[in-house]
């Protein structure tokens, strides 16, 4: 590629941006950087000049605008879910730009994790959740490396730790006062707040994850017309709780004038069946089994227990 500064002032010639070198200008600093090659880069610098009418050149002695510390993985700790994926890179400290980049192509096909039955890795970089646990995540590659002109080529070997996640428990974190104002003052509310746990009981701090109920009748339900209302599905805030409380509340009809109602509710988070847990941690069980009396068109509030 030949450049003819005398030219380009000459002609009034505009930059991408539209702007012109000055027509007096005869002194000035340039840089030259490949925008395609993340690694070593392939430009070499040489001048020649023949007239001097519009200025000078001097002979620059390039620097090479390589990588240093730190390389690293660009997510270290990173959580996923069981029989989820998750992508992970590279970025290197960017010399010159005084910035992380990502430098992902220079350590493709040399991804690896410590324990296979945990956590596998494509050679991009895509891992994928297998078992529950936490393993290690490593790769390696050659990075071009900050060191005056001959831009020495330094081996890396980043490494940080994968913890596979799958949804265990549901834990009761509030409960309401009974809410005795629904129904047109003839019903009973309480609101249920929960936030997801991992199969070990750790808290699981993921937004996004979707939790489902399932409300299923019981044996001895004599409440023919009456209504039982429930929100039915939520999503995770990024400490795992739900953004929003689990309503229950039942509203009579004066046409069953002593019943009973008996429901059985369960969850799933992100598709998995969980089990529930109370707020002290001491109980657990599959479900919660609702229970509502309805006697002249006035309702007790549920009473709710976390069975087996």
Request: net charge negative.
């Amino acid at each position: 590629m030949w450049i003819d500064i005398g030219k380009l002032i000459r002609e009034h010639t505009p930059d991408k941006n539209g702007k012109t070198l000055p027509a007096d200008l005869t002194s000035g600093s340039y840089e030259f950087r490949d925008l395609t090659d993340n690694g070593i880069g392939s430009l070499f610098e040489g001048k020649v000049i023949f007239d001097k009418t519009y200025g000078h050149v001097a002979y620059g002695c390039a620097s090479c605008c390589g990588y240093y510390l730190p390389v690293q993985l660009t997510f270290d700790p990173f959580d996923f879910f069981f029989q989820d994926t998750f992508q992970n890179g590279i970025s290197a400290y960017d010399y010159c730009a005084d910035t992380m980049s990502a430098v992902d192509g220079s350590f493709y096909y040399n991804w690896g994790t410590g324990d296979t039955t945990i956590a596998s890795v494509d050679g991009y970089g895509l891992h994928s959740g297998i078992g529950p646990g936490y393993t290690s995540s490593f790769t390696s590659g050659l990075l071009a490396s900050q060191g005056g002109r001959i831009c020495p080529l330094r081996s890396h070997s980043p490494s940080g730790t994968a913890r596979v996640r799958k949804p265990g428990f549901l834990q009761v974190v509030a409960t309401s006062d009974p809410n005795y104002m629904v129904c047109l003052s003839s019903g009973c509310e309480i609101d249920v707040w929960y936030r997801v746990l991992d199969v070990n009981g750790a808290s699981l701090n993921m937004a996004g994850m979707k939790v489902l109920e399932t409300v299923t009748l019981a044996g001895g339900n004599t409440c023919s017309y009456s209504t039982f209302d429930d929100l039915g599905q939520w999503t995770t805030s990024p400490t795992g709780n739900l953004t929003t409380s689990d309503n229950i509340l039942f509203c009579p009809s004066t046409s069953d004038q002593g019943c009973v109602e008996s429901l059985n509710q369960t969850f799933t988070v992100n598709g998995y069946p969980v089990l529930l847990m109370s707020q002290d941690g001491g109980t657990t069980g599959t479900k919660n089994a609702i229970t509502i009396t309805s006697a002249n068109g006035i309702t007790s509030c549920p009473r709710i227990a976390i069975t087996p």
